[in-house]
Nanobody
């Protein structure tokens, strides 16, 4: 199973970006999908997660600005980021809990995509 993230880049404060992460490989189904980020010199932190039924949870720092969504038919999770701030600058990683057989699930990480918010 591979997770391929895309959509990062350089954006000015107040701007928007949309991240995508597509899962591929031997997938029975995908449970929770999420986005994490790691800023320079800091630990990786949760940004947002979404269940297979669409329930969501957000870090307080992004509530009201970021929206997580998923397309189960495409095994893809998205992160719409609006009103971006310099403190949102980080490498963003997608994560998925994938059922790879009837009895087994595993967590997988994407390769990370850099988001830089700067004027």
């Amino acid at each position: 199973v591979q997770l391929q993230a895309s959509g990062g880049g350089l954006v000015q404060p107040g701007g928007s970006l949309r991240l995508s992460c597509a899962a591929s490989g031997s997938i029975f189904s995908i449970n929770v999908m999420g986005w994490y980020r790691q800023a320079p010199g800091k630990q990786r932190e949760l940004v947002a997660i979404i269940s297979s039924s669409g329930d969501t949870n957000y870090a307080d720092s992004v509530k009201g600005r970021f929206t997580i969504s998923r397309d189960n038919a495409k095994n893809t999770v998205y992160l719409q980021m609006n009103s971006l701030k310099p403190e949102d600058t980080a490498v963003y990683y997608c994560n998925a809990n994938v059922r790879i057989s009837n009895a087994n699930t595993r967590y997988y990480w994407g390769q990370g995509t850099l988001v830089t918010v700067s004027s």
